[in-house]
Structure formats: structure tokens, C-alpha cells
């Protein structure tokens, strides 16, 4: 593949961070710092401005004296542990999801996404960016499904208003697309709950305003993607009938089609 291949415009200048990025060498923010360090040249010159404009098929860009070449593309999936943050560093100190992928001698991949601390279950990893903004675009309304367990047994009308939406400060309103009963004890219940679109700790922050608590947050599926046996803190390659069953859906009628082109070659196991 060639290095072009990451743009709709072989020929399109951008930012040389962002270049690393979507060359799947690296996150944008440890490219803007290993520009900053002197260790990245364009055409045999140190460049320290992250934002200078290069273009992929006619700039030679090296890092640390090795010519950037465009990763293989990896996309997997992780049963995200509970008590975990979806950052590759913590200025708190905090586990961070990498340490499940530690020693698995994988490429960089980022979180497609984010799960909050609290919350466990599926959880996206990929090098192709690309990909994975066709996948977390707001436009694709791309069903994500959750098992919450509250503090309270829900009855028909906090479903409802979970479904019509409440109300918050500056006139904004959240609102879940689906909220039905999975299964009730005698003080708590679990709820299958259905997101199209994936705001900061929706469901948590939705719940709150109806002062109900949230004692387990755990999510199921991405788009026709589901956990399934997956054990947590565990991860695997998705095939690539589920990378591409993904992309359909992010291209599916009224999408971008431009920011979804299909998947490019990944590393699949055999």
C-alpha cells in the first residue's frame, strides 16, 4: 500500500503530525512531542513545527533515521476491565487499557472510543484512522448497546422518559434510542440500553438527572459487532468479515461515504 493510500487525494499536503497519525506510526500527540524533540525530518531537515505541511508522495519523512512507511493495518477488539482509562499515558498514575495489550508485540493502536473508568465491556483498537473516525462520526448513527445494572427497579415510565429524554443546561437534551428491561431482583434490575449516538458518560449523566444510580455499566456490542465471549481484560483480532461488516454499516445510506471508504489491508490471524 502505498502512502498516498491514507488520503482520498494522494496528492493532499497536512500537517506533518497528523501525518505520522494517519500513516499509523504513532497518536498525534506523541507526534507533535517527538517533533518537538528533533527526532523527525522532511527531506533531510529537522522540523520541530508539528503543523508544517508535507505531502505523503513527494516528501521524505523520516523518524529517528528510519523512513516512515505506512503500518500494516490492525483493528481489534478488547474486553475493557473495570477501573481502567482509555488513555495510552495517565498524568494520575491511573491503569490504563494498554497494560492488557502489553507484550502482544502489536503495532500502535488507539481506543476507537472511549469507556470511562467505571465502565467495562467492548472496546475498539486501531492504527487506521480512517477507519476509525467513520466508526465514532455522530453522522453515522451507529447503534452501540449496553447492560446497566441501577439501584432501583425500573417501571415502565423511567424507561419512557430514559427514551423522550431529559433536559440539561443550556437547552441541550440527552436521550437514550432503546431502554427495555433485561432483568429485575428485589432492589436492583439490569437494562439493555441502546445509544446512536455517543456522548461524554451519556448514560451516566442521563440517569443522574433522574437520580437514578448506576452500579454496573457494561457494553455489549458496536453496531452488529457484539463482545460475546470475549473474557475481560482479553483481546483478539476482529476477521475481516467484521471489519468490513463495520465499514458497511458507517457507509450505509446518508454517511459520508468519502470519510468511509472501505478498510484497507489488515493483519487478520490465519
Same mark, same amino acid.
Request: hydrophobic share 40%.
Given at each position: 500500500?502505498?502512502?498516498?493510500?491514507?488520503?482520498?487525494?494522494?496528492?493532499?499536503?497536512?500537517?506533518?503530525?497528523?501525518?505520522?497519525?494517519?500513516?499509523?506510526?504513532?497518536?498525534?500527540?506523541?507526534?507533535?512531542?517527538?517533533?518537538?524533540?528533533?527526532?523527525?525530518?522532511?527531506?533531510?531537515?529537522?522540523?520541530?513545527?508539528?503543523?508544517?505541511?508535507?505531502?505523503?508522495?513527494?516528501?521524505?519523512?523520516?523518524?529517528?533515521?528510519?523512513?516512515?512507511?505506512?503500518?500494516?493495518?490492525?483493528?481489534?477488539?478488547?474486553?475493557?476491565?473495570?477501573?481502567?482509562?482509555?488513555?495510552?499515558?495517565?498524568?494520575?498514575?491511573?491503569?490504563?487499557?494498554?497494560?492488557?495489550?502489553?507484550?502482544?508485540?502489536?503495532?500502535?493502536?488507539?481506543?476507537?472510543?472511549?469507556?470511562?473508568?467505571?465502565?467495562?465491556?467492548?472496546?475498539?483498537?486501531?492504527?487506521?484512522?480512517?477507519?476509525?473516525?467513520?466508526?465514532?462520526?455522530?453522522?453515522?448513527?451507529?447503534?452501540?448497546?449496553?447492560?446497566?445494572? /441501577?439501584?432501583?427497579?425500573?417501571?415502565?415510565?423511567?424507561?419512557?422518559?430514559?427514551?423522550?429524554?431529559?433536559?440539561?443546561?443550556?437547552?441541550?437534551?440527552?436521550r437514550v434510542k432503546a431502554?427495555?428491561?433485561?432483568?429485575?431482583?428485589?432492589?436492583?434490575?439490569?437494562?439493555?440500553?441502546?445509544?446512536?449516538?455517543g456522548r461524554n458518560r451519556?448514560?451516566?449523566?442521563?440517569?443522574?438527572?433522574?437520580?437514578?444510580?448506576?452500579?454496573?455499566?457494561?457494553?455489549?456490542? /458496536?453496531?452488529?459487532?457484539?463482545?460475546?465471549?470475549?473474557?475481560?481484560?482479553?483481546?483478539?483480532?476482529?476477521?475481516?468479515?467484521?471489519?468490513?461488516?463495520?465499514?458497511?454499516?458507517?457507509?450505509?445510506?446518508?454517511?459520508?461515504?468519502?470519510?468511509?471508504?472501505?478498510?484497507?489491508?489488515?493483519?487478520?490471524?490465519?
Amino acid at each position: 500500500m502505498s502512502k498516498g493510500d491514507c488520503f482520498a487525494d494522494a496528492g493532499a499536503r497536512v500537517g506533518l503530525a497528523r501525518a505520522l497519525s494517519k500513516l499509523g506510526l504513532c497518536s498525534r500527540s506523541l507526534a507533535v512531542e517527538r517533533i518537538r524533540q528533533g527526532r523527525v525530518t522532511v527531506n533531510g531537515r529537522v522540523v520541530r513545527d508539528a503543523g508544517q505541511w508535507v505531502c505523503l508522495l513527494k516528501d521524505r519523512i523520516r523518524v529517528d533515521e528510519g523512513e516512515v512507511r505506512e503500518a500494516v493495518k490492525v483493528y481489534l477488539m478488547l474486553h475493557k476491565p473495570r477501573g481502567t482509562v482509555t488513555t495510552c499515558r495517565d498524568e494520575r498514575d491511573r491503569e490504563t487499557v494498554y497494560r492488557c495489550l502489553q507484550d502482544a508485540g502489536l503495532p500502535w493502536v488507539s481506543p476507537v472510543g472511549r469507556l470511562d473508568k467505571a465502565s467495562e465491556g467492548l472496546l475498539l483498537f486501531t492504527n487506521d484512522t480512517r477507519w476509525a473516525s467513520g466508526i465514532t462520526d455522530p453522522a453515522t448513527h451507529l447503534d452501540k448497546m449496553y447492560h446497566v445494572q /441501577i439501584d432501583r427497579v425500573a417501571e415502565e415510565a423511567l424507561l419512557e422518559r430514559m427514551a423522550a429524554g431529559v433536559p440539561l443546561a443550556g437547552g441541550d437534551c440527552l436521550r437514550v434510542k432503546a431502554a427495555h428491561l433485561l432483568r429485575r431482583g428485589t432492589k436492583n434490575c439490569w437494562l439493555e440500553i441502546t445509544l446512536d449516538e455517543g456522548r461524554n458518560r451519556h448514560i451516566r449523566r442521563l440517569l443522574q438527572v433522574l437520580e437514578v444510580g448506576v452500579l454496573r455499566l457494561v457494553r455489549i456490542s /458496536i453496531g452488529p459487532l457484539p463482545l460475546g465471549s470475549l473474557a475481560r481484560g482479553c483481546w483478539r483480532h476482529l476477521t475481516p468479515g467484521e471489519v468490513e461488516s463495520l465499514s458497511r454499516r458507517v457507509r450505509g445510506p446518508g454517511s459520508r461515504r468519502d470519510l468511509f471508504p472501505p478498510a484497507g489491508p489488515g493483519r487478520f490471524p490465519r
